[in-house]
């Protein structure tokens, strides 16, 4: 169910009681935005709380003041993202942004958005937004765990392409053999010495033999097979 469904569900004789009984218990950055004068409405407790400013000053922010809560690199893709909101009926994820709270610390947090009120053109007036604090370092190490096993993925798979003899010509290269070498090593023809290595290369979808050879170097295919 989209939130334009459940709508009814968030009428105004319900919402005092969603705001004092749900959002005001949730440990996240929640806020009603009236995009089109950029002001903060509603917050949540947890909001108030982290920004340690009272809900009077809060509430009755500039735009401008606000706007200094978010961090100067981030605040014109934030203001973006508000005029955006205007003509977007859809959920509306704004990424990661860097926010100032209480003693002038700097956080990172991911935000996003949904439409909450239109004015009478149509277009969203009000959007409830949603963040979460984020460890951007934690974050940065488990995209790079899930980037390093996707590419392992791939290379089980680009290596299960290779046939034994393709496996052999690839552990030479990176021993350094050229392909004369290659060939007298393996009792073949110079010419398919090197029709061996541009296939191969082209199978991997690597760009050169020094990237074959950090290729295989990186997914254990150098086992150094060449005679003493």
């Not at 709270?101 to 149509?122: A, H, P």
């Not at 393709?166 to 393996?186: C, H, M, N, Q």
């Amino acid at each position: 169910m989209t939130f334009q469904e459940s709508y009814p569900f968030f009428a105004v004789e319900n919402m005092n009681y969603i705001m004092s009984r749900v959002l005001n218990k949730i440990n996240a950055f929640i806020c009603i935005i009236d995009i089109e004068n950029l002001k903060i409405i509603w917050a949540n407790r947890y909001f108030i709380n982290k920004m340690g400013v009272s809900s009077t000053v809060l509430l009755n922010m500039t735009a401008d003041e606000l706007l200094l809560y978010i961090h100067p690199d981030y605040r014109e893709i934030a203001i973006d993202g508000f005029r955006n909101s205007e003509n977007n009926d859809s959920n509306s994820p704004y990424g990661l942004f860097k926010v100032r709270i209480k003693c002038d610390n700097w956080i990172w947090v991911l935000t996003t958005c949904i439409s909450f009120e239109k004015n009478c053109q149509g277009q969203t007036s009000k959007i409830l937004t949603f963040a979460t604090e984020v460890d951007i370092c934690q974050l940065y190490k488990q995209i790079s765990t899930i980037n390093n096993k996707d590419k392992a993925t791939n290379a089980a798979g680009l290596i299960k392409l290779l046939s034994e003899r393709e496996k052999t010509v690839i552990e030479l290269i990176t021993d350094g053999y050229s392909d004369k070498r290659v060939s007298a090593f393996l009792g073949i023809s110079i010419h398919t010495a090197k029709t061996h290595r541009k296939r191969i290369i082209h199978k991997m979808g690597l760009r050169n033999s020094s990237a074959l050879i950090k290729y295989a170097v990186e997914n254990g295919l150098y086992k150094n097979v060449s005679p003493a």
